[in-house]
Structures are given as C-alpha cells and as structure tokens.
C-alpha cells in the first residue's frame, strides 16, 4: 500500500519560511518524480514543482519560480519543498504526489499516480 505523507504545514508571517516535507511508503520512491501542487479556496489544483527521479532537474510553476525550492532525499524516501518569501497569494493545500516516470507529465496532475492527503499553509499579512 503506498502512502504519501505531508508535514511542515502551518502559519507563517508574510515573508517568511516554510519547509515542507512528504515521506513515501510503499512504492519504489527512486523510480518516481515527485512533485508538489496546491489548491487554494474557490480555486483549481495547480502545479508547484516538480523533480525527477535522481534529482537531476527540478520544474517550477511560474508563481513560484526564485522562492521555492524542491529537493529529495531518496535514502529517506522523503522529498521537500523549501518555501520561502511567502506572500499571500501562497495559502492552501499543499499536496506531494508521485509520477511514474515513463508518464514524464511532471506538471501535470494526471501524470501522478498517487497523493497524499495534503497539509495546509496559511500566510499571515
């Protein structure tokens, strides 16, 4: 049984940092990109970042691009997501997933075959 697990959420100042973190279980985690996305109240799931397998190349939203950083560890089997100059545009729910990597859709939710539950981000002003 695969299971993705977020942590690291919470509340954080405008400009502040957040590291989030996803443990997988369950799946090979080196033969999978992982990648994050996030949907926001009234607004559809959009793409975050991704990573591929070996950690050789990393892909960004355009939101997102130069403040948040995407890494793994796979001896953990854990990725991360280092957020950083967040604004208020940046709450919601975050999600790790993990994409087969034969799919190679990394920015795109059908492209992932599993998810986790999710962890909250809320931004103060």
């Known amino acids: 049984q695969v299971q993705l697990v977020e942590s690291g959420g919470g509340l954080v100042q405008a400009g502040g940092s957040l590291r989030l973190s996803c443990e997988a279980s369950?799946?090979?985690?080196?033969?999978?990109?992982m990648g994050w996305f996030r949907r926001a109240p009234g607004k559809e799931r959009a793409f975050v970042a991704s990573?591929?397998?070996?950690?050789?190349?990393?892909y960004y939203g355009d939101s997102v691009k130069g403040r948040f950083t995407i890494s793994r560890d796979n001896a953990k089997n854990t990725v991360y997501l280092q957020m950083n100059s967040l604004t208020p545009e940046d709450p919601a729910v975050y999600y790790c997933?993990?994409?087969?990597?034969?799919?190679?859709?990394?920015?795109?939710?059908?492209?992932?075959?599993?998810w986790g539950q999710g962890t909250q981000v809320t931004v103060s002003s």
């Open positions: 369950g799946l090979t985690f080196s033969s999978y990109a």
């Open positions: 997933a993990a994409a087969p990597e034969y799919k190679g859709r990394y920015y795109y939710p059908d492209g992932y075959d599993y």
């Open positions: 990573i591929r397998w070996n950690g050789g190349s990393a």
